[in-house]
């Protein structure tokens, strides 16, 4: 097949986002909130997630928070975050703004004298990790979401699930997930998919459904490449996980002690196997559709893959394949860069989620339900979305690759048309629902007072 020559970026897209994305940062002067107080004091909230882990969606989600629960309870509301690592977490927050960053380890004997700690000295815990009750990670950090939850209730405080995923569960998560659930104060779901789970769970008290609060994010596109279109591929090392508690480890194998992926000499030849796909794929897009690679770690672990697929690719195409690893790229340029894309495979949700603010034509190899829900709403999945684990997937790749190229303008109108018209809109409900919520339960202090 002979080389097809596409049409740069810049050459085909506007750089300048619509109106609609721009202002909804901020509200409108006349829309400025009154402060929500509790016993006439401002509000403090301990927003809890996976924080400090160099995870590009998650410190996207963590800093799109602070900007909701700003605007919806007043600005002199007090902010702390939860963070494995605070120097970190402290480096991407806005300064001057009053927010506090609390170390805070996923391990048992350290997370929950601190975690209790910190729910009784704050009026709200929010729970801000997208894959809040998902078990395929860890199902130990499924239960310490969980027990934040709880413990604010114990410590007669608040509890709310802000925007957030739920996957299937085992009978056991899944009935400690509707007993805590039941007992939140308000729980707000990413996806109308994710809300009918907790339905079939069992849960009866109300639970809303929006989106990702990544979506308010706002950055520009950033030119890659001035020579050739780039395609960037997001992948993940799906054969490590869950997380699960094991005392004794290889080091190779150690997360945080006492907890240790998942690897066995099975997982280890299927992850040798999809770094070949990876390959595949990408020396097919380099060679026959004559494009630069743009290899995207959305989180510090994904850079392992991309190092091994850059390194595959051999000297050759050094040049024509670069690597941007959450390590060493900020969560904001990261989003410049992705929606500065021609186009996109990814594996990872907020690769998905973060591009379509540049309107990226994707396709993704999918893990579990988060991907398949969201291009569900695209309208796009049956085109381009593939399950890692299928048979014909290095064949599949390829093909549905090739579509994607060829219909690239018309995927990139279709998710910029759903991205304004749908994503954007539901986005603005979180921080709504979250103040029509909080005057409800608590006092409002005008704003010129």
Same mark, same amino acid.
């Given at each position: ?8 970026? /810049? ?17 409108? &002067?006349? /829309? ?45 509301? +007090? ?43 704050? #009026? ?24 934040? !939850? %709880? ?22 998560? !899944?009935?400690?997930? @509707? ?5 939140? &104060? ?47 591929? $997001? ?13 004794? =480890? ?30 595949? *794929?990408?020396?097919? !897009?380099? %060679?026959? +559709?004559?494009? #630069? ?25 050094? %040049? ?30 907020? $690769? ?20 398949? /829900? ?17 048979? #014909?997937? /290095? ?8 579509? *994607? ?13 759903? +991205? ?5 809109? @539901? =986005?603005?409900?979180?921080?709504? %629902? ?16």
């Amino acid at each position: 097949m002979s080389a097809t020559k596409l049409p740069l970026r /810049s050459e085909r897209m506007p750089t300048q986002l619509p109106s609609k994305v721009e202002t909804i940062k901020s509200l409108p &002067s006349s /829309s400025v909130p009154d402060s929500i107080t509790r016993h006439g004091k401002p509000l403090r909230c301990l927003l809890v997630g996976y924080n400090g882990a160099g995870n590009t969606g998650s410190d996207i989600r963590l800093l799109t928070a602070i900007d909701d629960i700003r605007e919806a309870l007043g600005p002199q509301t +007090h902010i702390t975050v939860t963070s494995i690592n605070p120097e970190r977490t402290a480096a991407i927050l806005p300064q001057g703004q009053g927010i506090d960053v609390e170390e805070v380890i996923f391990t048992p004997h350290r997370f929950i004298p601190k975690m209790w700690k910190l729910t009784r000295s704050h #009026d709200i815990t929010f729970l801000v990790e997208g894959s809040t009750f998902k078990q395929n990670w860890s199902p130990w950090l499924l239960h310490a979401y969980l027990w934040a !939850a %709880e413990y604010a209730r114990w410590n007669g405080n608040y509890a709310v699930a802000y925007a957030v995923d739920v996957g299937d569960l085992q009978r056991f998560h !899944a009935f400690w997930t @509707r007993r805590i659930v039941e007992r939140m &104060s308000l729980t707000i779901t990413r996806t109308e998919v994710a809300r009918e789970r907790l339905v079939k769970f069992g849960v009866h008290s109300p639970v809303l459904a929006t989106t990702d609060t990544a979506f308010r994010f706002e950055r520009q596109p950033e030119r890659i490449s001035d020579t050739r279109p780039v395609v960037g591929l $997001a992948p993940i090392e799906f054969f490590q996980w869950p997380i699960r508690v094991k005392l004794f =480890c290889p080091a190779e194998e150690r997360y945080k002690w006492p907890l240790a992926f998942t690897w066995t000499a099975e997982r280890r030849e299927l992850s040798d196997k999809m770094v070949e796909r990876w390959v595949k *794929l990408a020396r097919h !897009a380099i %060679e026959t +559709h004559n494009v #630069d690679l743009q290899l995207i770690a959305m989180e510090d672990l994904d850079t392992v893959v991309c190092e091994k697929i850059q390194t595959a690719l051999g000297p050759s195409l050094s %040049e024509r394949v670069k690597i941007s690893s959450a390590q060493k790229v900020a969560p904001s340029e990261m989003v410049g860069i992705l929606r500065g894309l021609d186009a996109l495979v990814t594996s990872r949700y907020h $690769a998905c989620v973060l591009s379509m603010g540049g309107s990226v034509p994707q396709m993704a190899v999918s893990h579990d339900e988060r991907l398949a /829900s969201i291009y569900a709403e695209l309208k796009i999945e049956q085109d381009y979305l593939l399950d890692y684990r299928q048979k #014909d997937l /290095s064949q599949e790749l390829i093909s549905k690759f090739d579509r *994607l190229m060829q219909n690239r303008t018309e995927i990139s109108h279709q998710i910029r048309e759903m +991205h304004d018209s749908q994503f954007v809109p @539901r =986005c603005a409900l979180n921080k709504e %629902e979250l103040r029509a919520w909080a005057l409800r339960t608590f006092d409002a202090l005008p704003a010129n007072e």
